[in-house]
């Protein structure tokens, strides 16, 4: 795996040592409201990963439980039992008898599923306002293009016109996250100018965000809205819906609407970043090359490649050695799920011999030209020229 180094990073613990000591605060960066909401999507997945199975595993546990409790209360109703164990045998039966009903109608493994799957959403709402909220706060030029009317007596309740500001943007905000995600999305390509829905899993995205409805608001029973959504943007069921069917969710179908939403708020952020502050640029293709970065060392290869294949079609990168980076990570993530020949093909997009020692090892190993990458180690010696294992 390949990680670039920042010059942050390169100028060591002084810098920071001496920023604390002024007290400075430092720039909002537009990383932060990416990371927090990978950070809660990657919870999701580690609750779902730990709580449902032992969920399925008592739910079951405990109808062996019940089942074996009924079978010896049964024994003390022989006729050879004496009439007093009859009657409180009867009555173990009875209570037995109504939780075997409690349990039968329980659904705990459901419950998770639904809870963890409509909170996936909760974290992906939260995001979308602290991403236009910081958008705002690096480009203050945006703040003219708020078209809000306001009372001369509201206006006069703020102490500021900075106050007045965060008021107004404050209310853009709740206005963006109560509408629909193809109306969210619409919104911000309109304030933005930007295309933000021209990607293949889009269709996938809004079917999953109308689910997330159907189980806030009726338990996942197919509505008529719902159809007529997953129709406008192009979304094709392998089995198709019909009114009034209940839908589930299950492990396969919720694991991958984590990878999916995760690359949507990536992607969004990133290529909002990109647009509102061009400047950043490096920046912004530091924090993605961080990002796949980590999923690779995660062993998350669906993200990674998915991520990789987002980096690649960027319209402009920082500089070539990134976009070299982001070659090398996506090759190692479809090597890694036995796509080799694909990884190959990848790399040879790129002439490799008048690049550094790194990206020839990179090459050269995920070739499995294994004695062009030992006479390459031995050129490299203990320390190469990129940084290949950073803490963050």
């Not at 889009?202 to 999953?208: A, I, L, M, N, Q």
């Not at 708020?265 to 990133?270: D, F, K, S, T, V």
């Not at 290869?301 to 079609?313: C, N, Q, R, V």
């Not at 050269?364 to 320390?383: C, T």
Request: glycine letters at 4%; proline letters at 2%.
């Amino acid at each position: 795996m390949v990680e670039s180094r920042s010059p942050e990073e390169d100028s060591g613990n002084g810098q920071e040592d001496s920023a604390l000591s002024s007290n400075a605060s430092p720039e909002p960066s537009l990383r932060e409201p990416i990371d927090q909401v990978v950070h809660r999507i990657l919870d999701i997945e580690e609750c779902a990963l730990e709580y449902i199975q032992k969920a399925s595993a008592r739910y079951n546990e405990e109808a062996d439980k019940l089942k074996n409790e009924l079978s010896q209360e049964q024994k003390n109703l022989s006729d050879d039992k004496p009439n007093s164990h009859r009657l409180l045998a009867l009555r173990s039966i009875r209570s037995t008898i109504r939780q075997i009903d409690r349990h039968n109608k329980s659904s705990p493994v459901r419950t998770l599923e639904q809870s963890l799957f409509i909170h996936l959403f909760a974290a992906f709402d939260k995001y979308i306002g602290d991403l236009v909220l910081m958008l705002y706060q690096h480009n203050q030029d945006l703040y003219k293009n708020i078209n809000r009317e306001i009372a001369l007596s509201e206006a006069l309740k703020y102490d500021s016109m900075d106050a007045l500001r965060h008021a107004m943007l404050d209310k853009e905000i709740e206005a963006i996250r109560r509408k629909s995600y193809t109306d969210q999305f619409k919104d911000l390509e309109n304030r933005f100018s930007i295309t933000l829905t021209k990607f293949d899993e889009w269709p996938y995205f809004v079917e999953r965000a109308q689910r997330r409805n159907l189980f806030t608001h009726c338990d996942g029973v197919v509505s008529a809205q719902y159809l007529e959504i997953c129709r406008s943007v192009g979304c094709k069921f392998k089995e198709q819906k019909q009114i009034g069917q209940r839908l589930d969710i299950g492990a396969k179908y919720f694991f991958h609407s984590c990878l999916l939403v995760a690359q949507v708020a990536i992607m969004l952020g990133q290529t909002l970043w990109r647009k509102v502050i061009p400047g950043q640029i490096d920046k912004a293709d530091l924090h993605l090359v961080h990002i796949i970065f980590h999923y690779l060392s995660d062993e998350k290869w669906a993200h990674a490649i998915s991520l990789s294949k987002f980096a690649l079609s960027l319209p402009r990168v920082s500089t070539d050695e990134v976009e070299r980076i982001f070659t090398v990570n996506y090759a190692i993530a479809l090597k890694a799920i036995n796509k080799g020949a694909a990884a190959k093909k990848i790399l040879d997009k790129k002439d490799w011999t008048a690049t550094t020692y790194d990206f020839k090892l990179a090459y050269a190993v995920l070739s499995e030209k294994y004695a062009d990458a030992e006479e390459l180690m031995k050129k490299i010696g203990k320390q190469g020229e990129l940084s290949t294992s950073i803490e963050l």
